[in-house]
């Protein structure tokens, strides 16, 4: 079945840098617009980054612009989110799924904390 399992969060200091990981499968990985969403406590989930099936082309939420990198490898089915210069804000559960999955239910997440 399809499956998105997210890996690579953790506590960071501000202005520091992590890669989160999603490993995707049960469906033809390439062919799949990847996204990367996040979800703060109290909050709703809200879409950060999106990369086109072959990587030619990204998209940013404007909070994370200039600071988030969206990348993949069809090799390994993997899509990544670089994040540099973090902020408090950016505390939330990182979560990521193809464009068009919506009946799939969504994976565990990775927790991103940023404090000093």
């Known amino acids: 079945q399809v499956q998105f399992v997210e890996s690579g969060g953790g506590l960071v200091q501000p202005g520091g840098s992590l890669r989160l990981s999603c490993k995707a499968s049960?469906?033809?990985?390439?062919?799949?617009?990847m996204n990367w969403y996040r979800q703060a406590p109290g909050n709703e989930r809200e879409l950060v980054a999106t990369i086109t099936s072959r990587g030619g082309s990204t998209n940013y939420a404007d909070s994370v612009k200039g600071r988030f990198t969206i990348s993949r490898d069809n090799d390994k089915n993997t899509v990544y989110l670089q994040m540099n210069s973090l902020k408090p804000e950016d505390t939330a559960v990182y979560y990521c799924?193809?464009?068009?999955?919506?009946?799939?239910?969504w994976g565990q997440g990775t927790q991103v904390t940023v404090s000093s």
């Open positions: 049960g469906f033809p990985f390439s062919v799949y617009v």
């Open positions: 799924k193809a464009t068009g999955m919506d009946s799939v239910g």
